[in-house]
Every structure is written in structure tokens, then in C-alpha cells.
């Protein structure tokens, strides 16, 4: 694959070699990171375990501290007074039966879907649209949720779900390139850490078999993960 002369020129500022400590990756996520527009940064995690076996599932979800730098639009599925809880936190679109139409119809404008378990069955219908987008709630990530507005809080100030694809490797997003090394790298130690408490106890041998951070338009900066410990 030929790249451009931008990703060239960055490229050579990293050793494909080299196990960067965090802080340091983030700091050259930060100088490659320089597209016309704001680069997302994200970690990409291969863990050493078979997501072929439920027990081996790795699944969460963490709020980043200084959120995603991403407007997110967030869908709540509820009725009668959980609307209104909805909607003072902030909810984007509220609503129950109506939506699942908009829905199959098409309507495809939000970025987080949150349902009051009592909405499961309504919500359930939707589960081939919503399913492969990563979009259907799940108590796991906390998007099936009594507290409705606690949970729409989260979604707004940047709570992100991480979870194993069929590679058993997590792909997120952990910031822009513009919220600087410093605030990128408590968001990264967010997720980490988070992985690292999900190991499955069915894992064996390392958990953490590798992890690179990149910028959209980056080139791969490999991480030292041994201070997660796993």
C-alpha cells in the first residue's frame, strides 16, 4: 500500500521496534496527528485470550475523564416519567414504540442507544439494525439502565464501551490529537486499566499481548504495556 508524503514523514519519526512507555507514545501520536482536521487517537489491544468461548469475553464500559472531544447524540428508548429523566440529562431523542418505527424505517441519527429495562421487549425488535452497529443497550455497558439519568450523563461526558472482536483484539477511541499528551494519556490509563480488571479467569498466559496507538491518519506507535500488569 503506497502512502502520502505526510505519513512518510511521520512514519519516520517512529521506531516499529521500540515498546514506547505511554507518555512518550503520546507525545508522537500528538506530533503525527496533524491532518486539516482533529485526529481521533485510539488504542488498539490484542489480548491473549479465544472470544470463541463465553468465558473468555472481555466486555465493559469506562468513562474517559476528559470525554472523547465528540459530540455525541445519544437515543433513549422509555415511558411515561423516565422520559422526562431522559430528557433533563440531556437525552437527544426520547421516545418508545414511535422511534422503533423511525428506526426500521431508516432513521439512523444517534450515536448511543439507552433503554429502561422495562423497554427491553420493545427495543428487542431492532436487534438486527442496531446489533451489528454496536448500537443495541446492554447491561454490560450500562446502556439497559434503571437510572436513566445518570446513564445519559455518562454517554454525554464521553463513556465508551470496549469490547473483543473476532481477532480478540478492543478497539476505542481515546481523545483527539488536540487535547494534547497529557489529557490523552488519563484517558488511555482509563481504558487500560479497565481491560486489565476485565481479564476473564478462564485467560491463561499473557493477557496483554500487544497494544499500538494511532492517530487517524498515523502511522502504528506500539506500546509498553507492562505497567497494567498483566
Known amino acids: 500500500m ?3 508524503k505526510k505519513y512518510t514523514d511521520n512514519a519516520k519519526l ?3 521496534t521500540t515498546l514506547y512507555e505511554v507518555s512518550e507514545a503520546l507525545d508522537l501520536a500528538v506530533k503525527t496527528g496533524k491532518a486539516k482536521f482533529d485526529e481521533t487517537v485510539e488504542v488498539h489491544v490484542r489480548l491473549g485470550v479465544d472470544s470463541r468461548h463465553a468465558d473468555q469475553q472481555v466486555r465493559g464500559a469506562v468513562v474517559l475523564p476528559h470525554g472523547t472531544g465528540k459530540k455525541v447524540r445519544v437515543l433513549v428508548f422509555a415511558k411515561g416519567d423516565k422520559q422526562q429523566a431522559a430528557t433533563d440529562a440531556g437525552a437527544d431523542f426520547v421516545g418508545a414504540e414511535e422511534l422503533v418505527a423511525k428506526i426500521q424505517g431508516g432513521w439512523m441519527d444517534f450515536d448511543v442507544v439507552i433503554a429502561s429495562p422495562d423497554m427491553m421487549g420493545v427495543v428487542g425488535r431492532l436487534g438486527k439494525v442496531l446489533g451489528p452497529r454496536g448500537l443495541m443497550p446492554n447491561p454490560k455497558a450500562g ?6 439519568g445518570k446513564a445519559v450523563s455518562e454517554a454525554k461526558a464521553g463513556k465508551i464501551e470496549y ?10 477511541p481515546v481523545g483527539k490529537a488536540s487535547f494534547g499528551a497529557e489529557k490523552l494519556y488519563t484517558n488511555l490509563d482509563t481504558v487500560m486499566e479497565a481491560i486489565a480488571k476485565a481479564k476473564p479467569a478462564a485467560a491463561k498466559g499473557t493477557y496483554f499481548k500487544s497494544a499500538t496507538i494511532a492517530t ?6 506500539r506500546l509498553n504495556t507492562l505497567k497494567y500488569g498483566v
Open 14 to 16: 517512529i521506531d516499529r
Open 163 to 172: 469490547r473483543l472482536d473476532k481477532q480478540n483484539i478492543i478497539h476505542v
Open 2 to 4: 503506497k502512502h502520502g
Open 216 to 221: 487517524t491518519m498515523g502511522p502504528g506507535i
Open 143 to 148: 446502556t439497559v439502565a434503571p437510572d436513566l
